[in-house]
C-alpha cells in the first residue's frame, strides 16, 4: 500500500500508519485521518479514551545526622527508609486536548530531603493538573 504518507505515525499509539489496514482514521466528514490510526480514531473521535499512566518510586535509605540545635545541644535527626511515590496520569480528551495530572509523594511521607546541620522537609504530597491544547 503508498498512500504517500511516508513514515507517519498515529499521533495516539505511534503506529505507523502505512501498516494500518485501513490506512488510517477518519475524521466526522469520512475524510482519511493523517495523524491517527482507525484503531485510536474513527468519525472524528477516539475509539477509546487514551489513557497513559506512569508512575515511579524513589527510595531513600535510612539516614541519620547528629545536628546541634539553637540550644546548642547535639540532636540525632534520623528517618527510617522512605519510598516515595509518585504518579502521572494523561487522558486525551479530545485530538487537540489532553489533560495531565502528577502525584508526588502519593502516600505523603514525612521525610527528610536533605539531612545537614539542620533538617529540610520534602515535599509534601501535591497534585498539579496541566492541560495541554494542540492545534
Ligand atoms: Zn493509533
Known amino acids: ?12 499509539c505511534g503506529m505507523p500508519l502505512a501498516r494500518d489496514e485501513k490506512g488510517g482514521g477518519t475524521e466526522a466528514d469520512g475524510a ?12 472524528g473521535r477516539f ?9 515511579g518510586v524513589n527510595w531513600q ?3 541519620f545526622q547528629d545536628a546541634t540545635g539553637p540550644d546548642g545541644e547535639t540532636h540525632r535527626v534520623s528517618q ?21 495530572a502528577n ?16 533538617a529540610v522537609y520534602g ?3 501535591n497534585v498539579s493538573v496541566s492541560a495541554n491544547y494542540t492545534f
Open 1 to 12: 500500500m503508498n498512500t504517500g504518507m511516508g513514515n507517519t505515525y498515529c499521533q495516539s
Open 32 to 43: 482519511r485521518s493523517v495523524k491517527f490510526c482507525s484503531h485510536c480514531y474513527a468519525e
Open 47 to 55: 475509539t477509546m479514551p487514551d489513557l497513559t499512566v506512569g508512575g
Open 61 to 63: 535509605n535510612r539516614t
Open 80 to 100: 527510617g527508609s522512605t519510598a516515595l511515590v509518585d504518579l502521572f496520569t494523561r487522558y486525551q480528551v479530545t485530538k487537540q486536548l489532553s489533560v495531565q
Open 103 to 118: 502525584i508526588n509523594n502519593l502516600f505523603d511521607r514525612t521525610y527528610y530531603s536533605w539531612l545537614s546541620d539542620y
Open 123 to 125: 515535599e509534601p504530597r
